[in-house]
C-alpha cells in the first residue's frame, strides 16, 4: 500500500478531540468488556484490520473469551452474549450501517430497555467514536503492530 498522510503529526489538534471523546467514554462508567465489543464488532463491519487487530487483544486484555471474539461476527446466533450485550451489538451495527436505514425502533427500545440513559449515551458515543477511528486508520492506510 502507498504510504500516506499521518493525520496525528499534521494536525495534532484534531487528534486531541478524538482523545477527549475517548476520554469521556473512559469515565463515563460504561463497561470496558462492552466497549471492545463495541470496538471490535464495528471495526469488524468496515472492514478496519487495524482497528480489529488493536480491539481484539485489548479485549482479551480485559477478560473476554477467544470464543466469544471468534464468534462476534455471528453473535445473533449464539447464546453467548448476554441481553445487554446484545442490545448494544445490534444498536452498534444499525449505527454503523447507518446509511439509508437509520435504527429501527425496536432497536432503539431495546437498547433504552437494557440501558441506563448515562450508558446508552455513552454506547452512542462509543460507536461515534469507533467509526471514526475506522474511518482515519482505513483512509490513511495505518499498518499493524
Keep these: ?6 493525520v496525528l503529526k499534521v494536525a495534532p489538534e484534531a487528534y486531541e478531540a478524538m482523545i477527549a471523546l475517548e476520554n469521556y467514554i473512559a469515565h463515563s462508567g460504561l463497561d470496558k468488556k462492552l466497549y471492545e465489543l463495541i470496538k471490535t464488532r464495528a471495526s469488524q463491519i468496515n472492514g478496519c484490520a487495524y482497528c480489529i487487530n488493536m480491539h481484539v487483544r485489548d479485549a482479551m486484555k480485559q477478560g473476554e473469551t477467544a ?15 448476554t441481553e445487554k450485550e446484545r442490545a448494544v451489538l445490534a444498536l452498534t451495527e444499525a449505527m454503523t450501517q447507518i ?4 435504527v429501527s425502533d425496536e432497536i432503539y427500545k431495546e ?21 471514526s477511528w475506522n474511518r482515519i486508520s482505513i483512509t490513511t492506510n495505518a499498518e499493524l503492530d
Design 99 to 102: 446509511a439509508g436505514k437509520g
Design 111 to 131: 437498547a433504552v430497555k437494557q440501558l441506563s440513559e448515562k450508558e446508552l449515551a455513552a454506547v452512542i458515543m462509543s460507536v461515534v467514536a469507533i467509526n
Design 1 to 6: 500500500m502507498s504510504k500516506r498522510i499521518n
Design 67 to 81: 470464543q466469544r471474539l471468534f464468534l462476534l461476527d455471528a453473535w445473533r446466533e449464539t447464546h453467548l452474549y
